[in-house]
């Protein structure tokens, strides 16, 4: 500790190195074990070949591994400062991939900028994160009592969700409304308020479902019975299941899985990637592979939960929250437990943006730990 004060008390570059001595390494190595799994899998998904998945992928990761040490270290206030431009560029993407947007399976979800496919939805999330975070750090206990301190934060919720429904992209609004959720939740909302956001809900059901497009009732439907349409509609799920069980205790061995090598395994490298490990590497693969993401999830709760300043437990809170839709949406998915949907599995599935924010993400749950002990922001009656 002596040694951390004397560098903070020296030069900016000093002060530098103490920050880096300061980040959760522990947590770093869980990343780059995840990113390791994921290499593996792509590259099985390559068929034993690092192109032309697995290659671009671990140069994003190593970019994206710069990119999430540099943000760890920006202080909350740097951080609250970048919140609000941060959360605009994200909305004028959304506007812009509806103008513009480049059209895959039915969905308009990408923009190409520079020559490179970008998915505005995934800054979304992170984004609206930062703006929420920055907004309740202001806001006492009591106020939060108050509705009308409220209603900025559910527009700020509201207005991307739409956007992104309007993709279609049911999937990841489900997940940005209920980061949102969680946020609210966390800030000190008011049982009785939720209570009144929920009991809508079962009623507004049925209203949702007629506004649904037909390829997300049929999404539904095959969900329901996907043995209707084998072939069709059906084949995805099927496959899965066909593959996961497949797999066993110990798994066909690397390389050697026959729904993902014979390419009867659809979207293998993207959204079903963790169906091929549980062939490839059975239930004790799948099981390890599930624990690795359980205890980066419940890591990034313990950051939230240590900081001192409300900044930085929400902020760790809906890092970690988007981190865990992520992961039991993809792993639900798979395994026929809700629809298909589109949603990776961080940091092993295949992807660009997904890969970038996640790890812009951990960058920003990195720097709650690194300024766990600042008082950045707290208000007078924070408790009730």
């Keep these: ?81 970048l919140a609000w431009p941060l959360y605009g560029v994200s909305l004028v993407l959304l506007v812009a991939v509806l103008r513009m947007g480049h059209v895959g399976k039915g969905a308009e979800r990408w923009l190409m900028i520079g020559g490179l496919q970008v998915q505005p939805s995934e800054l979304a999330k992170i984004a609206l994160v930062l703006v929420l975070a920055s907004w309740f750090h202001k806001v006492s206990y009591r106020n939060m009592g108050n509705p009308l301190y409220l209603i900025p934060p559910a ?3 509201l207005v991307p969700v739409g956007l992104v429904l309007k993709e279609p992209n049911l999937g990841t609004a489900v997940i ?15 049982l009785w308020q939720i209570a009144l956001l929920i009991a809508p809900l079962p009623f507004l059901t049925k209203i949702a479902y007629s506004h649904l497009h037909d390829y997300q009732k049929a999404r539904v439907i095959t969900f329901l019975h996907p043995e209707n349409d084998p072939l069709g509609a059906g084949y995805n799920i099927i496959q899965s299941k066909i593959a996961l069980g497949s797999g066993g205790m110990w798994g066909q061995g690397y390389l050697h899985g026959t729904q993902g090598q014979l390419n009867f395994l659809p979207e293998k490298q993207t959204d079903f990637i963790f169906t091929m490990i549980a062939e490839e ?20 709760m313990l950051i939230a939960m240590r900081s001192r300043n409300q900044f930085g437990r929400l902020l760790g809170l809906g890092i970690s929250m988007n981190f865990f839709l992520y992961c ?16 990776p599995l961080p940091l092993i599935s295949y992807g660009g943006s ?13 720097s709650a730990w690194v300024h766990r002990n600042s008082t950045f922001g707290e208000t007078t009656d924070r408790e009730p």
Aim: charged share 5%.
């Design 1 to 81: 500790m002596n040694f951390q004060k004397r560098l903070l008390r020296a030069e900016p570059n000093f002060q530098i190195l103490a920050k880096l001595w300061q980040i959760n390494w522990i947590y770093v190595v869980l990343i780059c074990l995840l990113a390791a799994v994921g290499y593996g899998a792509l590259y099985s998904a390559g068929g034993g070949t690092s192109r032309p998945f697995a290659e671009p992928q671990t140069i994003r990761f190593c970019f994206g591994l710069v990119m999430m040490l540099g943000v760890a270290m920006m202080s909350p206030a740097v951080l609250v400062r």
């Design 155 to 157: 527009l700020m919720v």
């Design 176 to 190: 940005i409304a209920t980061v949102g959720a969680s946020l609210f939740f966390a800030a000190g909302m008011r």
């Design 281 to 300: 590497w059975g239930y004790v693969g799948a099981a390890s592979v599930i624990g690795l993401l359980l205890v980066m999830i419940l890591g990034g």
């Design 328 to 343: 039991a949406v993809n792993l639900s998915m798979v395994m026929g437990a809700i629809p298909v949907g589109g949603v």
């Design 354 to 366: 997904a890969m970038l924010m996640v790890m812009f993400g951990f960058g920003l749950l990195l």
